[in-house]
């Protein structure tokens, strides 16, 4: 494989990684109303996913998902399901006051590292997405040291991104322009997150 194929393959995933989807939304409203470190062990969680999802469509589960339709579809619906239900769960906790960071306890970080890893393995797609890069870009003749360095740099890719993501969320400022218009944004990122579920589960 050469260097020019692998950093392509790098530099496809972060632009993916950076276009605004259900992991970025939860990452905003997790470091808005819990704070950085909850945030950033989200952001673990996500690149825990990725090298999930790295790792299955370089076994082949791209080419599987093909052979057996109704595995995709299962995973779709579930994938679509839990994106839903969060967002339902926004629109339910909108019109209630964000509590103090400085008298909140935050979920701990297992179990943000678990949402991040659940929200972001609810969309399978990015396991096809994986799947084309791979059967597109990687030999496969790739050696096993080249193919993890290269499931290293999504991880790297995945979580820094949205360390950065976390760290700006949770500044002050940021979360005093959220505490005031909490109500609609809650709204909002609910509604975008069952608007991603749906889609997910429907195409």
């Known amino acids: 494989m050469t260097a020019t194929a692998f950093w392509t393959v790098a530099y496809i995933h972060l632009v993916a990684a950076m276009s605004p989807g259900p992991s970025f939304v939860v990452s905003v409203r997790t470091a808005v109303s819990e704070g950085f470190p909850t945030a950033a062990a989200l952001a673990l969680g996500y690149g825990i996913g990725a090298v999930l999802w790295a790792s299955v469509a370089m076994a082949g589960l791209a080419l599987l998902f093909e052979l057996v339709p109704g595995l995709f579809f299962a995973l779709k619906l579930g994938g679509g399901a839990f994106l839903l239900f969060l967002g339902v769960t926004l629109w339910r906790q909108a019109d209630a006051p964000l509590p103090d960071a400085s008298d909140q306890t935050p979920k701990g970080p297992s179990a943000a590292i678990w949402l991040g890893f659940a929200t972001f393995v609810a969309n399978p797609k990015t396991a096809v ?16 040291p080249v193919l993890a360095a290269l499931v290293t740099v999504i991880f790297l890719n995945e979580t820094l991104w949205y360390i950065a993501v976390a760290r700006l969320f949770s500044l002050p400022r940021a979360r005093a322009v959220f505490i005031r218009a909490k109500p609609w944004l809650d709204r909002v990122f609910g509604t975008l997150l069952a608007a991603f579920g749906l889609k997910i589960a429907l195409t």
């Open 129 to 144: 997405f994986f799947g084309a890069i791979f059967i597109g870009l990687v030999p496969e003749s790739a050696p096993l």
